[in-house]
């Protein structure tokens, strides 16, 4: 039963998340050109070392492999034992079949803000770039409106970083980050407490941006994972 009977019960929910992902792509594809295209070897050298996390598929399912616990994927993907229990019905955790389909649900997204209110995507995070995947959401936003923190935390880092230019890093306390390139100007200090939907910079295109925009990433430790993994994309 499991996901089958899961799906049966809530159909126009899937259908609906389905559709709004499609949707995001076919709006992303387009205008992918528009935005930052900077390489691994140019990445400031505080993090010398970014691998792309690179789900089943983008914030969707995820085909458990050998070896794999319901604790190690909901640790990978950032969300709990109980809610991936949950939403694929499992009830006993220690029996999870190799190959299994699991949904993995975006829990968090009501403790997460969008970082520019209003702003679509330009450009998907994994999109294939010459010679690395992008490590973010490029987001659009016109040049002097409020960067959001998405989530309260820490400022980890507020200042300029080569291709990124000026850049906010907030750490959350719980192994995720999220950072925010390419602002005009920077409203934040490093050690300061930020709230979620505070404002923390201004949208612009500093370092390497071919147009205003926030290039916007969720780090997991040192490794940047699909935002839409935690974040929905709402226009308000
Ligand atoms: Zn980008």
Redesign the pocket.
């Given at each position: 039963m499991g996901l089958v009977k899961w799906l049966g019960l809530n159909p126009t929910r899937t259908l609906l998340n389905q559709s709004r992902f499609l949707g995001m792509i076919a709006v992303a594809l387009p205008v992918a050109l528009a935005?930052?295209g900077?390489s691994p070897q140019q990445l400031p050298d505080i993090r010398p070392t970014v691998k792309v996390s690179t789900p089943e598929s983008p914030g969707m399912y995820h085909i458990v492999q050998p070896g794999q616990t319901l604790w190690s994927i909901s640790q990978s993907y950032g969300v709990t034992v109980e809610e991936l229990a949950r939403v694929n019905n499992i009830e006993d955790p220690s029996r999870l079949l190799v190959n299994r389909r699991l949904l993995i649900p975006r829990t968090g997204a009501s403790e997460w803000a969008w970082p520019v209110p209003g702003g679509e995507i330009l450009?998907p995070f994994g999109e294939r770039r010459s010679d690395h995947r992008?490590?973010?959401?490029?987001i659009r936003g016109q040049d002097g409106q409020a960067v959001l923190a998405v989530r309260s935390g820490r400022v980890l880092y507020s200042s300029t970083m080569r291709d990124y230019g000026k850049t906010v890093i907030v750490d959350h306390g719980d192994g995720l980050s999220s950072l925010y390139?390419h602002n005009s100007k920077l409203l934040v200090n490093k050690g300061q407490r930020v709230q979620r939907g505070q404002p923390i910079a201004r949208i612009g295109r500093t370092g390497n941006a071919t147009t205003e925009?926030c290039?916007f990433e969720i780090r997991r430790g040192e490794t940047p994972v699909d935002p839409l993994l935690y974040l929905r994309p709402v226009s308000h």
């Open positions: 935005g930052c900077r450009a992008h490590t973010g959401l490029d390139a925009h290039h």
